[in-house]
């Protein structure tokens, strides 16, 4: 029914098993390095594991530990390049929008502010503008 003889289906059951602890023997590796360097990288990860891989006679390549280490999201997250200068979802007081709904006609009838948040080489800086909106 399956063309599959018993031999090869028990040899598959034996094969997924051997890999299944060898995974988990990469698995708890890669855990006690990441206790003492929580940034390290698939390549850092392949150089601090060598030697417990040579230990266990475990062959592995970097990509195998890439794809392992993918598919049980233990890979390394990116940080953010940018900074989140608004956080509008606060408990704090917030102050009603009171030109919503007015006609500004004329000028200097009202001032709009802001502040935002502006990268230079010695680190950051906030500028603060308030504008007429007519």
Not at 17 to 34: A, F, W
Request: no cysteine.
């Amino acid at each position: 029914m399956f063309r599959v003889s018993k031999q090869a289906y028990y040899q598959r059951i034996k094969s997924n098993q051997k890999r299944n602890s060898k995974h988990q023997i990469i698995l708890d590796l890669v855990l006690k390095i990441r206790k003492i360097h929580p940034r390290a990288g698939v390549r850092k990860l392949m150089e601090y594991l060598q030697g417990d891989l040579l230990l266990q006679k475990i062959k592995l390549g970097r990509d195998e530990l890439f794809t392992l280490l993918r598919n049980h999201g233990l890979l390394v997250k990116k940080t953010k390049r940018f900074h989140i200068t608004t956080d509008s979802k606060h408990f704090f007081f917030k102050s009603p929008n009171l030109l919503k709904g007015t006609a500004i006609t004329h000028a200097e009838k009202a001032l709009v502010t802001d502040i935002t948040y502006i990268k230079t080489d010695e680190g950051h800086a906030y500028l603060a503008l308030a504008t007429d909106p007519y």
